[in-house]
């Protein structure tokens, strides 16, 4: 279809978004539009001034047979503190407090359009990583991770604690609880992931790091590749944390559950930031 240059943006704009971190050919927008390659050119330097003006993202273009562009979703480190700034406080709130110091977390999980800024967020701190799989376990973790997924243009992967008889053959694993120290199992189906698959682990809370220390243990059974671990809450009150290397959005410092406080405080991922 033949298109003015404005109806031309618009379109292109959206379907850029709408495809994010998946190589474009130049070619295929100029069959689309019906124009020349150099005009295309001149379109995507347009949306890629406009995208990084805005803090939505930006564009990388690859030359030769093979080539074309590529939509890479940022966050502007402004819009990414406002974002953990408003989990802080919804965090915050002494109406949260389960047993065992533990933070109700649902609503927010819920919440579509707060989980789609963390997706956004986590896919602008790991858009320089080679990722091919986004890995959680069932079941509050899975909202973040099709999220992730979903701006990094990747599949999600969901480990469980039981056998489902529709996943077929399964790998089973028994790992050691961080905070409670019991012995818990994790499974995952064989077809889930082909060795050598770079995975991001993302989960929604983590104390002394045994769920994710049992799926990092998982992968090695896959002959998988770790490419990073986020996580959306971070408990520091802990005598022993048994992963290293992580990227945090928010930190629970201390909980007074007789006084009802809680003590929240931004995470490492600014450490992160562009």
Not at 19 to 39: D, G, I, M, N, W
Not at 47 to 67: N, V, W, Y
């Amino acid at each position: 279809m033949k298109l003015r240059r404005s109806s031309r943006l618009v379109d292109m704009t959206h379907y850029l978004l709408q495809h994010p971190h998946q190589l474009v050919p130049l070619t295929f927008f100029a069959e689309r539009y019906q124009s020349a390659k150099s005009s295309i050119s001149e379109d995507l330097a347009i949306i890629k001034q406009t995208f990084e003006q805005q803090g939505i993202g930006t564009l990388k273009t690859l030359s030769g047979a093979a080539g074309g562009v590529q939509y890479i979703p940022k966050m502007s480190a402004d819009e990414a503190k406002a974002t953990v700034q408003y989990l802080c406080e919804q965090l915050a709130n002494p109406e949260r407090l389960l047993p065992g110091g533990y933070l109700y977390m649902t609503d927010i999980l819920g919440d579509a359009r707060i989980v789609n800024k963390i997706g956004r967020l986590y896919a602008s701190l790991f858009a320089e990583r080679s990722i091919d799989v986004v890995m959680t376990i069932a079941t509050k973790g899975i909202p973040l991770a099709y999220a992730v997924a979903h701006f990094l243009n990747v599949p999600v992967v969901i480990v469980r604690h039981d056998n489902k008889v529709t996943e077929g053959s399964m790998v089973s694993i028994n790992y050691v609880s961080g905070s409670s120290k019991r012995i818990q199992t994790m499974v995952l189906a064989k077809r889930s992931l082909a060795e050598g698959t770079n995975v991001l682990i993302v989960d929604d809370f983590m104390k002394a790091g045994g769920t994710i220390n049992g799926m990092i243990s998982l992968l090695n059974e896959f002959n998988a590749q770790l490419a990073g671990i986020g996580v959306l809450v971070e408990s520091e009150e802990t005598s022993e944390r048994l992963v290293d290397e992580y990227i945090s959005l928010v930190k629970l410092s201390s909980v007074n559950i007789k006084e009802k406080q809680i003590a929240i405080k931004e995470g490492n991922y600014i450490d992160f930031m562009e």
